[in-house]
Structures are given as structure tokens and as C-alpha cells.
């Protein structure tokens, strides 16, 4: 009997075991679908994002939008596929950096993520208008290792701080 039992418990964690498995199998035979789809869009997506980094960086929301969909138009008229769902900020970022900008104080908006991204991944120094300070903010939280000084023009030793920055890094 007591035989009998522990064979019958073997046979329920592996039938169990096999259940969990199935469900693995579709959830993988979904991620192999959507990485061929992925890749067969990579030119055009790819395409896309160079381009937001390179040209859309110095203007507002409405103007990087209108820019965007004549850019999808040419990729369209060129026949060259590209992922109409994946907007840039999905391409650029991870989930990861978009919890870790939002526990930062970043706003949960579109704008202010693809600044982030123009921060992080642009070889260029940011010019920031910031005037309600949400900005400066999250630059100070996210980039805290780096020793990051703040200063003000009101600030009477702002000449100081400015020429030690530029002198020192």
C-alpha cells in the first residue's frame, strides 16, 4: 500500500508537471511569433528610431509627431515594412527603464519618455527649459552616481561652479 501511494503521488506531480510544460510551449510558440515578425520588420523599425534620435530631438510633441507620419508615409510609399504598433519609445527602451524613470520622478507620458531616452542614448549635451522643475528632478535622481552639481544664475557662485564644471568634468 505504502508503495502504491508514492507511486501514485509520482504519477500526479507528473502529470502536473506536464500540464505547467503545455503551457510553456504556448507561451513560447507566441514569443517565436512575435520575434519573426520582429525581425521582419527590423529595417523599417530600425529606421524609425535612428531617425527620432537623429532629427527629433530639438522640437515639441506636435511637431514630432506630424515628422513621424510623414517619415511612416515615405516607409509605406518604399514598401518597407515596419511595426505600426511599436511606437519609438517601446523600441528604445526597455520596461525596466521606464519603471525605473517613473520611480525617479519622471511623468508617465510620452513626451517625457522619449526625453529620457534622448538623455540616455544622445551623444549630445541637453539644453533643458524646464520651468516647473520636473525635469531637473528626475536628471538629479536618475544620474545620482554621477555627482551631478546644481546651480542657478541666481546663485552667487554660480561663475565658480560653471568654470569648475567645465574645467573638471
Not at 504519477?11 to 521582419?40: H, I, M, P, T
Not at 517613473?102 to 538623455?119: G, K
Request: proline residues 4%; hydrophobic residues 40%; contains cysteine.
Amino acid at each position: 500500500k505504502n508503495e502504491l501511494q508514492v507511486v501514485s503521488a509520482k504519477c500526479e506531480r507528473s502529470v502536473q508537471l506536464l500540464g505547467n510544460l503545455s503551457g510553456e510551449r504556448v507561451r513560447w510558440a507566441q514569443g517565436s511569433k512575435d520575434f519573426d515578425q520582429q525581425l521582419g520588420t527590423v529595417v523599417g523599425d530600425s529606421l524609425l528610431a535612428g531617425a527620432f534620435m537623429a532629427y527629433l530631438g530639438y522640437f515639441d510633441q506636435t511637431l514630432r509627431e506630424d515628422i513621424t507620419r510623414k517619415w511612416v508615409s515615405h516607409l509605406k510609399k518604399a514598401k518597407i515594412p515596419f511595426n505600426a504598433s511599436t511606437p519609438c519609445v517601446d523600441y528604445l527602451s526597455t520596461p525596466d527603464d521606464r519603471l525605473r524613470w517613473r520611480q525617479n520622478s519622471l511623468p508617465d507620458d510620452v513626451l517625457c519618455a522619449e526625453n529620457a531616452i534622448m538623455l540616455r542614448r544622445s551623444m549630445r549635451y541637453p539644453l533643458i527649459i524646464d520651468p516647473s522643475g520636473q525635469a531637473v528632478e528626475f536628471v538629479m535622481k536618475e544620474y545620482a552616481d554621477k555627482k551631478l552639481a546644481k546651480t542657478s544664475f541666481l546663485d552667487p557662485n554660480f561663475r565658480k561652479s560653471l568654470e569648475s564644471a567645465l574645467r573638471f568634468g
